[in-house]
Nanobody, 132 residues
Framework: QVQLVESGGGSVQSGGSLRLSCATS????????MAWFRQAPGKEREGVTT???????SYADSVKGRFTISQDNAKNTLYLQMNSLKPEHTATYYC??????????????????????????WGQGTQVTVSS
């Protein structure tokens, strides 16, 4: 059973940084795709970034150059380093995991994850608030 527990959210001023962490269990298989999603008030949940078991990453255009996803397999922990934060980054951020059975249709990318939202396991979410 996959369990995901996020931490590290909080309030920060514009231009600041935060690092989110996600403690994982049951998500160490070679076909697991780890991801961060976010959901702002009144908006749909959207994919932010993904990383596969060998460290290949993808990012939404809106966060390229600002956010970095990484994982520490020894600690079973996923991270999201967020730099140069803006008020529009305010959202609840969710750690997510998905088993990939057909990478041709649902690859471990932001776009692939958007087509397979229902296939994810989810954490409880952590709030990030960026003030101007």
């Amino acid at each position: 059973q996959v369990q995901l527990v996020e931490s590290g959210g909080g309030s920060v001023q514009s231009g600041g940084s935060l690092r989110l962490s996600c403690a994982t269990s049951g998500a160490t298989a070679s076909n697991v795709c780890m991801a961060w999603f976010r959901q702002a008030p009144g908006k749909e949940r959207e994919g932010v970034t993904t990383i596969d078991s060998v460290g290949r990453t993808s990012y939404a255009d809106s966060v390229k150059g600002r956010f970095t996803i990484s994982q520490d397999n020894a600690k079973n922990t996923l991270y999201l380093q967020m730099n140069s934060l803006k008020p529009e980054h305010t959202a609840t951020y969710y750690c997510a995991a998905r088993f990939i059975w057909d990478s041709r249709v649902f690859p471990c990318t932001v776009a692939g994850g958007a087509r397979a939202v229902a296939r994810h396991y989810w954490g409880q979410g952590t709030q990030v608030t960026v003030s101007s």
